[in-house]
Protein backbone atom coordinates (compact mmCIF):
# COMPACT_ATOMS: atom_id res chain seq x y z
CA UNK A 1 0.00 0.00 0.00
CA UNK A 2 1.28 3.30 -1.10
CA UNK A 3 0.60 6.71 0.01
CA UNK A 4 0.87 9.64 -1.83
CA UNK A 5 0.46 13.42 -1.07
CA UNK A 6 1.21 16.26 -3.52
CA UNK A 7 2.00 20.00 -2.30
CA UNK A 8 3.06 23.31 -4.33
CA UNK A 9 -0.56 24.21 -5.62
CA UNK A 10 -1.09 27.84 -5.60
CA UNK A 11 -2.19 30.69 -7.58
CA UNK A 12 0.24 31.49 -10.16
CA UNK A 13 -0.01 34.81 -13.12
CA UNK A 14 -0.04 33.47 -16.35
CA UNK A 15 3.66 33.46 -17.63
CA UNK A 16 4.79 32.44 -13.81
CA UNK A 17 6.67 28.89 -12.77
CA UNK A 18 5.24 26.49 -9.86
CA UNK A 19 6.77 23.48 -8.38
CA UNK A 20 4.70 20.30 -7.40
CA UNK A 21 6.44 17.52 -5.10
CA UNK A 22 4.75 14.03 -4.61
CA UNK A 23 5.88 12.55 -1.61
CA UNK A 24 5.35 8.71 -0.99
CA UNK A 25 5.08 6.63 1.72
CA UNK A 26 4.15 3.04 3.07
CA UNK A 27 5.97 1.74 0.44
CA UNK A 28 8.68 2.91 -1.46
CA UNK A 29 7.73 3.87 -5.54
CA UNK A 30 11.29 3.47 -6.70
CA UNK A 31 10.07 0.09 -8.77
CA UNK A 32 6.66 2.05 -10.08
CA UNK A 33 6.56 4.53 -12.94
CA UNK A 34 4.80 8.05 -11.43
CA UNK A 35 2.60 9.81 -13.13
CA UNK A 36 0.73 13.45 -12.75
CA UNK A 37 -2.45 14.06 -13.97
CA UNK A 38 -5.00 17.05 -14.01
CA UNK A 39 -9.05 17.81 -13.38
CA UNK A 40 -10.65 21.12 -14.23
CA UNK A 41 -13.86 22.09 -13.03
CA UNK A 42 -16.58 19.79 -15.15
CA UNK A 43 -14.19 18.57 -17.05
CA UNK A 44 -12.50 14.53 -17.17
CA UNK A 45 -8.81 13.77 -15.46
CA UNK A 46 -6.28 14.32 -17.80
CA UNK A 47 -3.17 12.77 -18.12
CA UNK A 48 0.07 15.34 -18.14
CA UNK A 49 3.33 13.86 -17.65
CA UNK A 50 4.54 9.94 -16.62
CA UNK A 51 8.22 9.06 -15.43
CA UNK A 52 9.78 5.51 -15.41
CA UNK A 53 10.97 3.92 -12.71
CA UNK A 54 14.69 5.10 -13.25
CA UNK A 55 13.58 8.48 -14.01
CA UNK A 56 15.20 7.55 -17.68
CA UNK A 57 12.10 7.93 -19.73
CA UNK A 58 9.25 10.28 -19.36
CA UNK A 59 5.92 11.24 -21.75
CA UNK A 60 3.97 14.13 -22.02
CA UNK A 61 0.91 14.95 -22.97
CA UNK A 62 0.85 17.64 -26.51
CA UNK A 63 -0.84 20.64 -24.38
CA UNK A 64 2.41 21.14 -21.72
CA UNK A 65 5.07 20.07 -23.72
CA UNK A 66 8.27 21.76 -23.64
CA UNK A 67 6.49 24.24 -20.64
CA UNK A 68 6.27 21.09 -17.98
CA UNK A 69 9.28 18.66 -16.90
CA UNK A 70 8.44 15.53 -14.80
CA UNK A 71 11.40 14.24 -12.70
CA UNK A 72 11.61 12.09 -9.55
CA UNK A 73 14.11 11.58 -6.66
CA UNK A 74 13.63 7.80 -6.00
CA UNK A 75 16.23 8.41 -3.03
CA UNK A 76 13.64 10.83 -1.69
CA UNK A 77 10.82 8.67 -2.71
CA UNK A 78 9.13 12.11 -4.10
CA UNK A 79 8.18 13.04 -7.57
CA UNK A 80 8.28 16.81 -8.97
CA UNK A 81 6.22 18.54 -11.69
CA UNK A 82 8.17 21.67 -12.89
CA UNK A 83 5.64 23.85 -14.55
CA UNK A 84 6.55 26.93 -16.53
CA UNK A 85 5.14 29.32 -18.46
CA UNK A 86 1.98 28.45 -16.74
CA UNK A 87 -1.46 29.64 -18.72
CA UNK A 88 -4.83 30.25 -17.49
CA UNK A 89 -5.67 26.84 -19.18
CA UNK A 90 -3.48 24.97 -16.98
CA UNK A 91 -5.91 25.86 -14.01
CA UNK A 92 -7.01 22.54 -12.53
CA UNK A 93 -6.52 20.20 -9.05
CA UNK A 94 -3.11 18.19 -9.73
CA UNK A 95 -2.78 14.36 -9.17
CA UNK A 96 -0.41 12.43 -8.43
CA UNK A 97 -0.47 8.89 -9.19
CA UNK A 98 1.35 5.46 -9.15
CA UNK A 99 2.03 2.40 -11.64
CA UNK A 100 1.05 2.97 -14.97
CA UNK A 101 2.41 4.28 -17.98
CA UNK A 102 -0.14 4.79 -20.78
CA UNK A 103 -2.17 8.27 -20.66
CA UNK A 104 -5.15 6.07 -18.72
CA UNK A 105 -6.42 6.73 -15.84
CA UNK A 106 -7.32 3.03 -15.14
CA UNK A 107 -3.91 1.81 -14.98
CA UNK A 108 -2.48 3.37 -12.03
CA UNK A 109 -3.50 2.19 -8.84
CA UNK A 110 -2.64 4.86 -6.21
CA UNK A 111 -3.96 8.31 -6.16
CA UNK A 112 -2.64 11.76 -3.90
CA UNK A 113 -5.75 13.92 -3.12
CA UNK A 114 -4.41 16.59 -5.67
CA UNK A 115 -3.52 20.25 -5.29
CA UNK A 116 -4.87 22.76 -6.84
CA UNK A 117 -2.99 25.25 -9.14
CA UNK A 118 -4.66 28.28 -10.50
CA UNK A 119 -3.30 30.74 -13.06
CA UNK A 120 -4.52 33.83 -13.01
CA UNK A 121 -4.41 35.87 -16.71
Known amino acids: QVQLVESGGGLVQAGGSLRLSCAAS????????MGWFRQAPGKEREFVAVVSWSGSTTSYADSVKGRFTISRDNAKNTVYLQMNSLKPEDTAVYYC??????????????WGQGTQVTVSS
Open 97 to 110: AAGGWRPVVDEYGA
Open 26 to 33: GRTVSTYN
